[in-house]
């Protein structure tokens, strides 16, 4: 069965700290990848996507993501968290030809302490 | 901008009522899903929609039925509503095939006492 898997669930960091958060897929196609974020009290929000050509994709505030085919992983970097990116991020995956259904991973809650 | 507008923030209804959620989208979008969001499991897909009149199953279909009439307008139906369908729904629209983004709406918190 397609899924996707997020390995953290909250992760805590304070301000000006490193962020790394791991997502891994199982579907053996092509696929697309995203990663959106919610911000509290808002709506879901894409982040950055990947479709094809350069594995390494830049987002929205800071945030970019590595597609590695062989480790079907699409894991979320950004150097510097402010307190402003908590959130909870969501990476999503859409399988070629699947008329742009979505699999989403089970989030990953960041709180940045200021 | 676009824009998927969804009827309710909170709703609370009693088990056994039938519910209607409602969502529009103003950008033309051929594709409409519908999701419910728990803690620590993600979205998960219900039902979605390529066109009008069209419906797909998604992951977890039982308990919901859904209507597309127009192109702007997805609904989710319960059709007797139960305790474990206390959730976030959300709809969301997009354009073309599997490379486009998803534009969600702010979800409707649904209470089923």
């Known amino acids: 069965a397609q899924s996707v898997s997020q390995h953290n669930h909250h992760v805590i960091l304070s301000e000006a700290a490193s962020l790394e958060l791991g997502c891994n897929y199982s579907y053996g196609g092509t696929v697309n990848l995203f990663w959106y974020v919610q911000y509290p009290g808002q709506h879901l929000q894409l982040l950055l996507k990947?479709?094809?050509?350069?594995?390494l994709v830049k987002g929205i505030k800071g945030f970019e993501a590595e597609f590695i085919k062989s480790k079907f992983s699409f894991n979320l970097r950004k150097p510097s968290v402010q307190w402003s990116d908590t959130a909870e991020y969501f990476c999503a995956v859409s399988p070629y030809n699947q008329g742009g259904k979505l699999i989403f991973g089970q989030g990953t809650e960041l709180s940045v302490k200021p | 901008d676009v824009k998927v507008t969804q009827s309710s923030r909170y709703l609370v209804k009693r088990t056994g009522e039938k519910v209607f959620l409602e969502c529009v989208q103003d950008?033309?979008?051929?594709?409409m899903f519908w999701y419910r969001q728990d803690p620590g499991l993600g979205l998960r897909l219900i039902y979605f929609?390529?066109?009008?009149?069209?419906?797909e199953k998604g992951d977890i279909p039982e308990g919901y039925s859904v209507s597309r009439e127009k192109k702007e307008r997805f609904s989710l139906i319960l059709e007797s509503a139960s305790t474990n369908q206390t959730s976030m729904y959300l709809c969301?629209?997009?354009?073309?095939?599997?490379?486009?983004?998803?534009?969600f709406g702010d979800g409707t918190r649904l209470s089923i006492l």
């Open positions: 990947y479709f094809s050509g350069d594995p």
């Open positions: 969301a629209s997009s354009s073309g095939g599997s490379g486009q983004p998803q534009h």
């Open positions: 929609s390529y066109d009008v009149k069209m419906k």
């Open positions: 950008m033309d979008h051929e594709n």
